[in-house]
């Protein structure tokens, strides 16, 4: 029996109008769980491909933005060295909750130059550089403001925006 097919039986036994998914809250009902097997949003946004061969379309919907202002000063502590917070990611001003993301943006990650800080510079470059990692994009060329409005594309529909970026005073 494949694997496609074990889940067929699974998934005829579930009741798919009782299915909710949201970001900010998973709310997968029991009927789902011997499938899934420890549900989490990245699983169900892996997964939605297979499940739309069944006639399943799971949509995985961020909470709303919020515009909590956080200074400079404040989210250069959620760069990943203190566990106990999240890490955030600004790009142009709007910031970006990535702590389900540990693996590329905690502490020593690849991606950890990022996290504490806007990096629209850097990500419009497509630079590692910690000298890139600066919140003014003024001097980047189109297509690198191409560039990072992808990248703010791809943040806003992976990640819960959780406040602006605000000056220190």
Known sequence: MTRINRYRTRITKIDWK??????????????L?????????????????????????????????????????????YDGSNPELGIYVAIKGDIFDVS?????YGAGAG????????????????????EDCVADYSVLTEKELETLEQWHAFFSKKYDIVGRVVPDN
């Open 111 to 130: 991606y950890n130059c990022f996290a504490g800080k806007d990096a629209s510079r850097a990500l419009g470059k497509s630079s590692l550089k910690l």
């Open 33 to 77: 769980n011997p499938f899934v097997g420890g549900t989490t949003v990245a699983w169900l946004s892996r997964r939605r491909q297979c499940l739309a061969e069944f006639g399943v379309n799971i949509r995985v919907r961020a909470a709303p933005a919020k515009d909590t202002p956080i200074t400079v000063s404040e989210l250069a502590k």
């Open 100 to 104: 389900a993301n540990t693996g590329a």
């Open 18 to 31: 009782r299915l909710r998914v949201s970001v900010s809250q998973v709310a997968v009902y029991k009927e």
